[in-house]
């Protein structure tokens, strides 16, 4: 039988996180596209994202029939959240300049280069990737490198980036807290054994 799930975030009722998600305007429109494989992952960050950002939308699929309609947003530029070598670091606006239509491909490394090859016209929006990053707080899953974030943590790093002095770090506060809840549930020895960063 299953426990009874909150229908928002999508946790189970007893570890809802709907009181620490906040509700933070930005310039910046996020648009998060979601592999399938990661709807129903139990760290589904990009879902804390979409639901902590007023101006955030979130997609799920492989193929996106759409997506012209969604960059043709009027008053943003779109760009593609990607690190790669033809990625631009992401710096603060200037004044006046139009705020930008972020695009973030969410899941796996591998889904996620996946969905750009499967969707031609993602691949050729302009590329920005995060510079000088702090080190990822998800320390749950195993990171292909150092610099590698959570997609939550790419969201509010490239925001704060963008819109500095702005503060998003109230976006990682239930992503915290879901992540000390999952390293309580498997105890701490399972945690230092199979978890734990050298």
Same mark, same amino acid.
């Given at each position: 039988m299953s426990r009874p799930q909150c229908p928002r975030c999508q946790r189970p009722q007893a570890q809802c996180l709907c009181a620490l998600i906040p509700s933070l305007p930005s310039q910046t429109r996020v648009l998060i596209l979601q592999h399938p494989s990661e709807v129903n992952h139990a760290l589904n960050t990009a879902r804390l994202a979409a639901l902590g950002l007023q101006n955030c939308d979130i997609r799920i699929g492989e193929v996106f029939a759409d997506l012209a309609q969604w960059l043709a947003l009027p008053g943003y530029r779109p760009c593609l959240l990607f690190p790669g070598e033809l990625s631009e670091g992401l710096s603060a606006y200037s004044p006046g300049a139009q705020p930008r239509l972020l695009v973030v491909p969410d899941g796996t490394w591998r889904k996620a280069r996946k969905l750009l090859h499967m969707n031609p016209l993602l691949a050729r929006l302009p590329r920005v990737q995060l510079t000088d990053a702090p080190p990822s707080?998800?320390?749950?899953?195993?990171?292909?490198?150092?610099? *590698? %974030?959570?997609? %939550?943590? *790419?969201?509010?790093? *490239?925001?704060?980036? %963008?819109?500095?002095?702005?503060?998003?770090? *109230?976006? %990682?506060?239930p992503f915290d807290t879901l992540i000390d809840g999952q390293i309580a549930a498997m105890g701490e020895d399972v945690y230092q054994r199979n978890h734990r960063r050298p």
């Amino acid at each position: 039988m299953s426990r009874p799930q909150c229908p928002r975030c999508q946790r189970p009722q007893a570890q809802c996180l709907c009181a620490l998600i906040p509700s933070l305007p930005s310039q910046t429109r996020v648009l998060i596209l979601q592999h399938p494989s990661e709807v129903n992952h139990a760290l589904n960050t990009a879902r804390l994202a979409a639901l902590g950002l007023q101006n955030c939308d979130i997609r799920i699929g492989e193929v996106f029939a759409d997506l012209a309609q969604w960059l043709a947003l009027p008053g943003y530029r779109p760009c593609l959240l990607f690190p790669g070598e033809l990625s631009e670091g992401l710096s603060a606006y200037s004044p006046g300049a139009q705020p930008r239509l972020l695009v973030v491909p969410d899941g796996t490394w591998r889904k996620a280069r996946k969905l750009l090859h499967m969707n031609p016209l993602l691949a050729r929006l302009p590329r920005v990737q995060l510079t000088d990053a702090p080190p990822s707080r998800y320390r749950l899953r195993k990171a292909p490198g150092p610099d *590698a %974030l959570s997609t %939550l943590e *790419a969201i509010t790093q *490239a925001l704060e980036v %963008l819109e500095s002095p702005a503060s998003f770090q *109230a976006l %990682l506060k239930p992503f915290d807290t879901l992540i000390d809840g999952q390293i309580a549930a498997m105890g701490e020895d399972v945690y230092q054994r199979n978890h734990r960063r050298p």
